[in-house]
């Protein structure tokens, strides 16, 4: 039997886990991702991991299961997945130039108590003309994601600096995720 569920339908969340080679299944949260817009971010993603674990958990009592959401914040803009081409424009046209913030929530269920925290990752865009932005748009790449890029892949060459982990960027913080995991009594295999 698995025990380890990633209650997520980001591929992404998804491969990065598979880079540690544990056994884990996937199991779609589909939960409201609205939230109280008084709250500061970082309680906004844990809210919203809380959520997504707390959906799946509650059909697999046994299991460890691991929640995780991911926004962008830009000047207390906060930045989710773009609607459209032009929501995608706006969102990068803010990012451009400057420093933001990606904040990432993970929530950890196991079958005796939860533990929930978020990661702040600074990360600093290049300047963008209005005709990078668009070629960018084009490639397709900024539509599933918070902020409307990437770092994984086309994004990366719209990064300047990052500082923080690089992998709660792309959506998953790994070694902190795991580090929650062992201290919730989860046993890695190796
Ligand atoms: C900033 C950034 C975000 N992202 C992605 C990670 C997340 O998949 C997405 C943020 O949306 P989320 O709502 O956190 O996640 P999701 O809807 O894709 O998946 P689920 O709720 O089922 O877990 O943005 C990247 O892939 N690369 C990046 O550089």
Redesign the pocket.
Known sequence: MTNLIL???????KELLENLQLTFEVC????D?SYNPQLAPGDI?MV?ASR?AQAVSSKHVDSFVI??????VSEENIL??PKDSDEAFAMLKNLSGKKHS?Y?GVSIISPEKERTFFVKTD?VFWELTDEEIHSYINTGEPF????A?????I?ATLVKEISGDYFA???LPLSKTVRALQEAGYKLSY
């Open positions: 209650a997520s339908s980001s591929p992404r969340r779609s949260s589909d939960v991702e993603v919203l997504k929640g995780s959401d991911t926004v962008v989710g997945k990606v990432t990360v599933d994601k918070a902020g890029y990437g770092i994984q892949g994004g960027v792309v959506g």
